[in-house]
């Protein structure tokens, strides 16, 4: 039966002991409701939230094999315009790089390659692991498996020991920053990096702070930014609202492919620092993908060294740069790089020779190493050391030298018979270019790789 305004009215007079406890129910219900809400961490306190809630996650990489297949992708013909007939093995810009196509039958022929082979990866709860190696060895791919947009064909991904094989990119708690900028075309940079919390129906106040304080950690004039389109941004100021609207999601895991490549060298330092430490106030585990030493060093807490789609060594940068495990580490740090000399082992001696006149004792070193054995002589530039011209010294000629003021420092480069080679000296040393020089190596920096398999076979200093 229906009520009347006037007989409701009068019914919640009757009652009216019971609508004002519902009425002081519901205010308080309100209440608890808006402190729960400005009980949600904020930027600045993002640091104790994820302690809080141990978001800190283990990353694990158990043995993950992936291949690149040309079968996987749709064949295209081609036809030639000279005879009017299809013809075979040729690249479109639809066509993968080495897919070969069956002239006549539109098939793909058999072509597979391994990008990460039986790697295994660990990176520690809260660490920011660097990955570092030539292109093409499987760095970004690393990356993209974390992330779940590629899948493994053997071994798992782990995060604090749960399996993340088969699970979505959306479902793992990640942000990730690609080496393009994919950003939303139609949006400000501010909608660009507040659009995830849009997503999740954050109110506009506390997503406006999130934007502004991730802004101010992007560097100074990066607030002028915020209302232009990706269209009116540069190629560095829209990578860094791409970095922007990864670290204002609060991942649990943060995957950076070169996020610093398009930046110039004065805001690439800059946002290097601020970044880290961003990470270092967020606590929150990374893998930081990059060809450079100095990013490798600067961001990561340890370094990761790729080759060929397997890990050659994991450490600090003191630590592969003072122990590498083989030749192919070792030149891949320092500037310059390591100098390396073919020699032979003269058992009979006890000393390595090579043509370029090159005579070094090493006593006991028959212990590992055979009589007549090719190596590697590897010895660091700062423990080159110009002489005078005396018995036992090598016999260079100086190519050319670099000043480097701010490690009041020289670098000369000379040439030992055909052999191009290094020294580092202090500022003051004269050297005049085409002079002839002779050079010692200091013992203690020696090392000595086996000149086939490249691993390392003695380090003279202890380490």
């Known amino acids: 039966m229906c009520q009347s305004p006037v007989v409701r009215f009068r019914l919640s007079l009757v009652r009216g002991e019971h609508a004002c406890h519902i009425l002081q129910g519901f205010q308080q219900a309100t209440h608890e409701a808006k402190q729960s809400r400005s009980a949600e961490p904020s930027a600045v306190g993002i640091r104790q939230a994820n302690v809080e809630r141990q978001i800190m996650v283990m990353v694990r990489l158990d043995h993950v094999t992936t291949r690149y297949d040309a079968s996987h992708y749709p064949p295209r013909r081609n036809v030639s315009p000279w005879a009017g007939e299809e013809a075979s093995d040729v690249v479109t810009?639809?066509?993968?790089?080495?897919?070969?196509?069956?002239?006549?039958?539109?098939?793909?022929?058999?072509?597979?390659?391994?990008?990460?082979?039986?790697?295994?990866?660990?990176?520690?709860?809260?660490?920011?692991?660097?990955?570092?190696?030539?292109?093409?060895?499987?760095?970004?791919?690393?990356?993209?498996?974390?992330?779940?947009?590629?899948?493994?064909?053997?071994?798992?991904?782990?995060?604090?020991?749960?399996?993340?094989?088969?699970?979505?990119?959306?479902?793992?708690?990640?942000?990730?920053?690609?080496?393009?900028?994919?950003?939303?075309?139609?949006?400000?940079?501010?909608?660009?990096?507040?659009?995830?919390?849009?997503?999740?129906?954050?109110?506009?106040?506390?997503?406006?702070?999130?934007?502004?304080?991730?802004?101010?950690?992007?560097?100074?004039?990066?607030?002028?930014?915020?209302?232009?389109?990706?269209?009116?941004?540069?190629?560095?100021e829209q990578q860094r609202v791409a970095v922007g609207r990864c670290i204002i999601r609060e991942p649990a895991v943060f995957l950076l492919d070169e996020p610093f490549s398009n930046l110039d060298a004065h805001l690439r330092e800059r946002s290097r620092r601020e970044v880290k430490k961003l990470l270092r106030m967020f606590a929150v585990t990374t893998v930081f993908v990059t060809h450079d030493q100095h990013e490798a060093m600067a961001m990561g807490d340890r370094i990761a060294v790729m080759r060929s789609g397997k890990i050659v060594q994991v450490g600090t940068f003191q630590e592969l740069y003072e122990d590498p495990h083989d030749s192919f580490v070792a030149g891949f740090f320092g500037d310059p790089p390591i100098n390396l000399f073919p020699c032979r082992y003269r058992a009979e001696a006890e000393r390595l020779v090579d043509g370029a006149g090159i005579a070094l004792p090493l006593a006991g070193a028959s212990r590992f190493l055979d009589d007549g054995q090719d190596i590697l002589l590897g010895v660091r530039p700062e423990h080159v050391c110009l002489t005078a011209s005396e018995e036992g010294a090598v016999q260079g000629r100086v190519s050319h030298f670099e000043p480097r003021l701010a490690d009041r420092a020289k670098i000369v480069y000379f040439d030992i018979a055909s052999q191009r080679a290094a020294a580092k000296v202090p500022y003051d040393t004269p050297v005049r270019v085409g002079e002839p020089i002779a050079v010692r190596f200091h013992p203690a920096g020696l090392l000595l790789f086996d000149a086939q398999s490249h691993r390392r076979l003695y380090a003279a200093s202890p380490r």
């Open 93 to 236: 810009p639809s066509t993968p790089c080495g897919a070969r196509h069956d002239s006549g039958r539109g098939q793909m022929g058999a072509y597979a390659k391994t990008i990460l082979d039986d790697l295994s990866l660990t990176v520690l709860p809260g660490e920011t692991l660097s990955v570092i190696g030539p292109s093409g060895c499987g760095k970004s791919t690393l990356l993209r498996v974390i992330a779940g947009l590629i899948e493994p064909i053997a071994g798992g991904v782990y995060f604090d020991g749960r399996p993340m094989n088969g699970l979505p990119p959306r479902e793992r708690q990640i942000g990730m920053v690609f080496q393009n900028y994919a950003l939303y075309p139609h949006m400000a940079a501010q909608d660009n990096l507040g659009f995830f919390w849009r997503l999740r129906r954050r109110r506009k106040p506390e997503i406006s702070e999130r934007v502004h304080q991730t802004a101010h950690v992007l560097g100074v004039g990066f607030e002028k930014l915020l209302g232009r389109l990706p269209r009116q941004l540069s190629g560095g």
